[in-house]
């Protein structure tokens, strides 16, 4: 062998040498800052997770204390999460057509518009569809649009379709998105925020012909919440034991530790006994699709 120098064997339980670290350049360190600054951003941007915990009460660090408790710069009081420009979510995955409420003329525009920017159109809602269509300028109570909507998917008015087909492009959505409850929830998905319902439980008592049961138990599903097969009894340990809260209940409410709700179709003459106590209230089927298509959990009247 060269320079007579002897194999050197391993002993069986000694540590492999590290490899060795190679100065990491200009653009490696503007990557890690870039991390950096979206984990900051998400960090900040988390209220409480559901046992009511703020990101800010895991640490014993105080700079990483007085970092978590910055204010987001250009914070907007309007809403209770920080809000990102968006990001081009349609060039994240396939563009996945779907349409609530159109007309056949409407109809067979959006699949001319398919066609030309080679995307699919669905006639059922699924996990795929990134843009619902809808034929006005607002958010409408069927099925497709407000699982659409807890999807986190583009709402749009028609309009983006006409422009579309004209351009002959996919031109940007933001001023064809209907607004409030769809575009709080396409930033909530932006920003990988918990979903609606998450830490709610949910029972339907009684009939249900405006929007039937098993429609508003695909909504639940859709939103991360539970479905409950018994009535949950206001008076039991085990009930008002649970210990979770509801993320997107306003943090100064007594509603953030009502995790079970009682639904019942207020449009039918089914009346049940109220129920307002602990962590169970009783609450009817139009607050729930209200709190559905604002993609906010509303208040409840005592």
């Known amino acids: 062998m060269p320079g007579n120098r002897q194999p050197r064997v391993r002993c069986g339980n000694e540590p492999r040498p590290a490899p060795a670290m190679e100065p990491a350049?200009?653009?490696?360190?503007?990557?890690s800052r870039a991390a950096l600054g979206r984990l900051e951003n998400l960090l900040r941007?988390?209220?409480?997770?559901?046992?009511?915990?703020?990101?800010?009460?895991?640490?014993?660090?105080?700079n990483l204390k007085s970092l978590l408790l910055l204010p987001e710069k250009n914070e907007s009081s309007s809403t209770s999460h920080c809000l990102v420009k968006n990001t081009g979510q349609r060039r994240?995955?396939?563009?996945?057509?779907?349409?609530?409420?159109?007309?056949?003329?409407?109809?067979?525009?959006?699949?001319?518009?398919?066609?030309?920017?080679?995307?699919?159109?669905?006639?059922?809602?699924?996990?795929?569809?990134t843009h619902v269509i809808v034929p006005g300028d607002a958010v409408q109570s069927t099925l497709k649009c407000m699982l659409g909507i807890l999807s986190g998917c583009w709402i749009l008015k028609f309009e983006w379709v006409k422009v579309c087909i004209q351009r002959k492009v996919c031109?940007?959505?933001?001023?064809?998105?209907?607004?409030?409850?769809?575009?709080?929830s396409r930033l909530n998905r932006q920003q990988l925020l918990p979903r609606l319902f998450d830490g709610c439980y949910f029972?339907?008592?009684?009939?249900?012909?405006?929007?039937?049961?098993?429609s508003l138990i695909k909504l639940v599903t859709a939103a991360g919440g539970q479905v409950l097969s018994r009535k949950p009894k206001p008076d039991s340990d085990v009930t008002q034991t649970i210990n979770t809260v509801a993320y997107h209940a306003k943090p100064d409410s007594d509603q953030r530790f009502c995790?079970?709700?009682?639904?019942?179709?207020d449009l039918s003459n089914y009346c049940p006994e109220r129920v307002r106590q602990g962590k169970v209230w009783m609450a009817p089927s139009s607050w729930f699709i209200d709190c559905v298509t604002s993609f906010e959990l509303l208040p409840l009247d005592s």
């Open 25 to 31: 350049g200009r653009g490696a360190w503007a990557h």
């Open 259 to 265: 995790t079970q709700y009682i639904i019942y179709e």
């Open 203 to 214: 029972y339907f008592g009684g009939t249900f012909t405006h929007h039937p049961k098993d």
């Open 45 to 62: 941007c988390s209220r409480c997770n559901i046992f009511g915990l703020r990101p800010v009460d895991y640490t014993d660090n105080e």
């Open 92 to 129: 994240d995955r396939p563009l996945v057509l779907i349409g609530s409420g159109l007309s056949s003329e409407q109809q067979s525009m959006l699949s001319e518009l398919a066609t030309i920017l080679k995307a699919k159109k669905c006639a059922e809602f699924d996990s795929t569809v």
């Open 171 to 184: 031109v940007q959505e933001e001023k064809y998105e209907i607004p409030d409850g769809p575009q709080r």
